[in-house]
């Protein structure tokens, strides 16, 4: 007896352990997912385990289902299916890592115990996420390097491998911003060593790893006073387009799109004189401003799209709802007129390479859904195997990539069943969200309320985009849309569960 009692004590303690090991990790999952995508699938791991080993112990007991098990469970199952028929097995299986994120969704739902917890955890994404924007409006004005604005053919600095509209990141493994740090620095060097340049070519994102080592050995460089003597004409080089933490605008721009719906969401059910209301609508500013800077089309119409989904639910007037398909043109109209002036081109503009490409991969992606319509070519198979397929936009462009469009994508890869699961889905959870939003306006809970609102609105943004982005495939998006997909499945548990009271 005393025995039974010790091993039912000691496992009360691991299962408190364990649960408190799920939320810590959750708390940092939050706080990596805006910065560092390694980070977050190491806590996400964590976390996943300190749950799984707390079900163990407690045979299951306080699983929460929810109406998204199923669908979620067929998509699993389709998927590993067209896996394991795939004539690129280790490909495809290597994709399966990245469908069985939608585990997220589990693991957060399962370990909110609280209305509480959930503002928590909300309010922590969103600062994290701000000081992803802070840090892209510091990038803007400090600099990420030096933009090479003119330098001789016949200069070392040709030679050696640099040219005009390069940006210079780094100088012997250091980060370098001014034209008089430049010149510092190699007053500071020894002219007997080689000086290496870590610079980036013309067009490509402003981040360490695209950069490329370019080294002049001693005697091709020597300090000087001032630029020209040098041959080099630098200046402190911009972002062109913001990227946050990550390595690419695109991803960050649809990190930024459903913060922003969130934040938005959050605004609407508040009142809008408070503190509250007006921390959230400087929130709100601040993400569309560093969505802005991002440059990308399909989540500035995202966004849109996202606000307008929430004002059309938010507010029942004929009137407003009357004139918000027109605000809505309005805005799209914006839209296009400011990418016209800052990128050259407009939302729709079919001299656009990047729109080019997709055209030429969408016609390819439908030729190889019909050649492989019931298991697909496997996932990553154009990735690893692209020689294997003739695709027209390889041969024109130098770009090795994906099919830009969700739905084209999981078809190609995992077959026509596959994407069927998938789109029931998507379906069953936005239905969902629907009667989530209902319900929190029903039990006048103005926090749930938002919070689903925005939600809801930025998984219609994300859901648009979707298709033509390959969102699904980036992991530092789908680690952001599934996370919110279990805090929905939580509130609704909470929320039916203060019904029942």
Not at 14 to 32: C, D, G, H, P, R
Not at 340 to 369: A, C, E, F, N
Not at 384 to 404: E, I, N, T, V
């Amino acid at each position: 007896m005393i025995e039974a009692e010790i091993v039912k004590t000691r496992a009360n303690t691991a299962e408190k352990a364990l649960q408190a090991t799920t939320t810590a990790f959750l708390f940092l999952y939050v706080i990596a997912q805006p910065a560092s995508i390694a980070a977050t699938h190491v806590v996400y791991a964590v976390a996943a385990a300190a749950w799984l080993a707390r079900l163990a112990i407690v045979r299951g007991r306080g699983l929460r289902s929810g109406p998204l098990d199923l669908p979620i469970l067929i998509y699993l199952l389709i998927c590993a299916v067209s896996t394991l028929m795939s004539p690129f097995p280790a490909s495809s299986w290597e994709g399966m890592r990245k469908v069985a994120l939608v585990c997220i969704v589990l693991v957060v739902a399962n370990n909110v115990p609280s209305l509480a917890r959930v503002k928590q955890l909300i309010a922590v994404l969103l600062l994290s996420g701000l000081a992803s924007v802070a840090w892209s409006l510091w990038l803007y004005g400090a600099g990420v390097g030096l933009h090479v604005v003119q330098l001789r053919p016949d200069s070392p600095w040709y030679r050696d491998g640099l040219r005009k509209d390069d940006v210079i990141l780094s100088v012997d493994g250091h980060r370098i911003a001014t034209p008089q740090k430049f010149l510092a620095d190699l007053q500071l060097k020894q002219a007997a060593e080689p000086l290496r340049l870590g610079a980036i070519p013309v067009n490509d994102i402003e981040v360490s790893r695209n950069e490329h080592m370019d080294t002049l050995p001693p005697g091709d460089w020597h300090s000087a006073s001032d630029m020209n003597q040098l041959g080099l004409t630098v200046e402190t080089a911009r972002p062109a387009r913001a990227f946050g933490f990550y390595a690419h605008y695109v991803t960050f721009s649809m990190v930024l799109a459903l913060m922003a719906s969130l934040t938005f969401g959050l605004w609407l059910s508040s009142d809008w004189r408070s503190l509250q209301g007006i921390a959230l609508a400087g929130a709100f500013l601040l993400f569309g401003i560093a969505l802005g800077m991002t440059l990308t089309r399909a989540a500035w119409l995202a966004l849109i799209l996202a606000c307008g989904v929430q004002i059309w639910l938010h507010v029942r007037r004929r009137s407003v709802r009357f004139m918000l398909p027109i605000l809505g043109i309005i805005a799209v109209v914006l839209a296009d007129v400011a990418m016209i002036h800052w990128r050259g081109m407009g939302l729709v503009d079919m001299s656009d390479p990047g729109t080019d490409y997709r055209i030429l991969m969408w016609k390819d992606g439908l030729r190889l859904i019909r050649a492989n319509p019931w298991f697909g070519i496997g996932m990553n198979a154009i990735r690893d195997y692209w020689w294997r397929f003739d695709l027209a936009a390889y041969r024109k462009y130098a770009l090795r990539s994906h099919f830009h469009s969700t739905p084209i994508q999981i078809a190609v890869e995992t077959g026509i069943p596959a994407l069927i699961s998938w789109v029931i889905f998507m379906a069953a959870y936005c239905w969902m969200l629907i009667r989530l939003v209902e319900r929190a306006r029903q039990q006048k809970d103005p926090f749930a309320y938002g919070l689903t609102l925005g939600i809801l609105g930025g998984t219609s943004g994300f859901l648009a985009s979707s298709l033509v982005h390959y969102d699904f495939g980036d992991s530092n998006i789908i680690f952001l849309f599934w996370f919110l997909a279990g805090i929905a499945l939580a509130v609704r548990y909470l929320l039916r569960q203060q019904e029942s009271l």
